[in-house]
């Protein structure tokens, strides 16, 4: 949000000020979410839904453009690095939303 006009140049992106930018609100939509509700699940799946996007985005300019494939690279590598951190975390809070009656008790058998 902060850069969207040069981050879209070096990308290769032609029209990629109005989409940078709303990526960028849409992770901020998701962290208000994550950091104010108290379900927290749904804000979580978002961000893996935006990774997803992003993801899909750089491989997009990557093959519309193969002379910015290396400026890809590097956007490409850290979304994947939080990509699987947040799918856990999603799964995770996802788990915890089971209502008390559906879960199952582990007990120790003595």
Request: charged share 20%.
């Amino acid at each position: 949000m902060l850069a969207p006009k040069p981050m879209a140049k070096w990308l290769g992106m032609r029209h990629g000020v109005p989409i940078l930018t709303a990526y960028g609100a849409r992770e901020v939509a998701s962290g208000v979410g994550i950091l104010t509700i108290g379900n927290k699940a749904p804000a979580m799946w978002s961000r893996v839904a935006g990774d997803a996007l992003d993801i899909a985005s750089l491989v997009s300019v990557a093959i519309e453009r193969p002379s910015k494939w290396r400026n890809t690279t590097l956007p490409l590598a850290a979304v994947a690095g939080v990509t699987a951190p947040d799918i856990a975390c999603a799964v995770a809070l996802s788990g915890r939303n089971i209502p008390a009656r559906r879960r199952t008790r582990i007990t120790r058998g003595d």
